[in-house]
């Protein structure tokens, strides 16, 4: 077995999910963490933006106009959407291969994304290229792409809580599914802001995107590709006063004819060969899947409504982010998927 090293790079290194990857990535065996760069604090070292990795990592950071982008197989961008379609286009031709975590390639065309994100799109070409990057569900187009355009942290709990049943087709309405959604601060990004403010978050808890949130598309889009019919569906994030984690809660009305054994045969059958999706006997909560790569799902059927419900948990700056980004550098250079990625979840 090879155990060549790859040349990664990160771009975006002062925010929560650029530093998220370098703590995965300098225990991979086979990356070797070359380049990493920060616009506001070119010529620091990593460590002093992010004082535990103190020792560790003390990389003096780049600008991303010094990056030796020929030098590199696997490119990281950790930027705002908006901002990360000026790098994919700038280096897109480059031969590295790119993995962008922001929403900027997410969806099926620049029209969509401008409808959502109510901003316009300055690299429309770049949809011809990208692939979702859900390894349990694209895993095939991901190990041939060249831009991988990492999912959104709710949508990756939402989808994979809902892809089994809608997959097997035994939804009444696809339409009618609804995900409640709670998140972490640490999903709004690192800047400082009213909505993150500790006054504003401790002790508190809100809805907010009612209606319109920007991963309702993401979410929708992906299971209308797996049941190859539109999907409409209802989802309402909240704001929860924890640092990280996810917990979504999904609803679908089903038939009869559905048992708790059914329901758990088709989670487990849908997922059996998924290293990171653990069927849970008992509803997860956000602490046992802390730090790891884990999306724990338990799919509960309540017969007096006809309900399958399903209590997803994630770290949104891992399987929601930065750990699902190295899985899909794995199967981008045929490694193997969970490589660097099987640390066991913080808890307590
Ligand atoms: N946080 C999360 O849980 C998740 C985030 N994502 C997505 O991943 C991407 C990165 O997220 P996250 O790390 O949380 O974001 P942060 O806001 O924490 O960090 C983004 C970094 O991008 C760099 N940057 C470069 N240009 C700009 C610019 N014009 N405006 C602002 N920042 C700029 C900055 O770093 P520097 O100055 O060092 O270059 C900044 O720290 C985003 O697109 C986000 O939507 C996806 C899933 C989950
Ligand atoms: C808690 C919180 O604010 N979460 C962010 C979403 C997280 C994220 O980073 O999503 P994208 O990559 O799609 O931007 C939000 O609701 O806007």
Redesign the pocket.
């Known amino acids: 077995m090879s155990t060549k090293k790859y040349r990664v790079g990160i771009?975006?290194?002062?925010?929560?999910?650029?530093s998220e990857l370098a703590r995965i990535l300098i225990h991979h065996p086979q990356s070797d963490l070359v380049a990493i760069?920060?616009?506001?604090?070119r010529g620091k070292r990593f460590s002093d933006l992010h004082q535990q990795f103190s020792g560790i990592l003390d990389t003096t950071?780049i600008g991303s106009d010094e990056l030796d982008i020929q030098n590199l197989d696997v490119l990281f961008l950790?930027?705002?959407?908006g901002?990360?379609m000026e790098f994919v286009k700038r280096w897109m031709n480059s031969g590295v291969k790119l993995i962008d975590?922001?929403?900027d390639f997410r969806l099926s065309s620049p029209t969509v994304y401008e409808e959502w994100y109510k901003k316009d799109h300055t690299f429309p070409e770049g949809f011809e290229t990208a692939v979702y990057g859900m390894p349990e569900l694209h895993a095939e187009a991901i190990r041939k792409a060249r831009l991988v355009a990492?999912p959104?942290?709710y949508p990756t709990a939402s989808i994979l809580s809902l892809a089994p049943v809608f997959h097997s087709g035994v939804a009444v309405d696809p339409n009618g599914a609804i995900v409640d959604a709670k998140s972490g601060t640490?999903?709004?990004?690192?800047?400082a802001s009213n909505t993150t403010h500790f006054s504003n978050v401790n002790d508190n808890f809100k809805a907010y995107g009612i209606g319109n949130h920007r991963h309702t598309v993401e979410i929708q889009e992906q299971l209308s590709f797996l049941v190859k019919k539109s999907v409409n569906l209802q989802f309402t994030p909240h704001l929860l006063p924890v640092d990280r984690g996810i917990l979504a809660t999904s609803y679908i009305q089903l038939t009869g004819g559905m048992t708790q054994q059914k329901l758990n045969a088709l989670y487990r059958d849908f997922y059996h060969d998924q290293p990171f999706v653990r069927i849970r006997k008992e509803a997860p909560a956000i602490k046992e899947v802390r730090g790891s790569n884990f999306a724990d799902l338990f799919p509960f059927w309540d017969s007096r409504t006809n309900r399958a419900i399903i209590v997803a948990a994630i770290d949104?700056?891992v399987k929601?982010?930065a750990g699902q980004a190295v899985h899909n550098m794995n199967l981008m250079l045929g490694l193997d998927e969970s490589m660097g990625l099987l640390q066991v979840p913080l808890q307590p």
């Open positions: 771009v975006g290194a002062s925010g929560y999910t650029g760069t920060s616009e506001s604090h950071l950790a930027l705002p959407h901002v990360s975590l922001s929403g990492n959104g942290c640490t999903g709004a990004g690192v800047k949104n700056l929601g982010a």
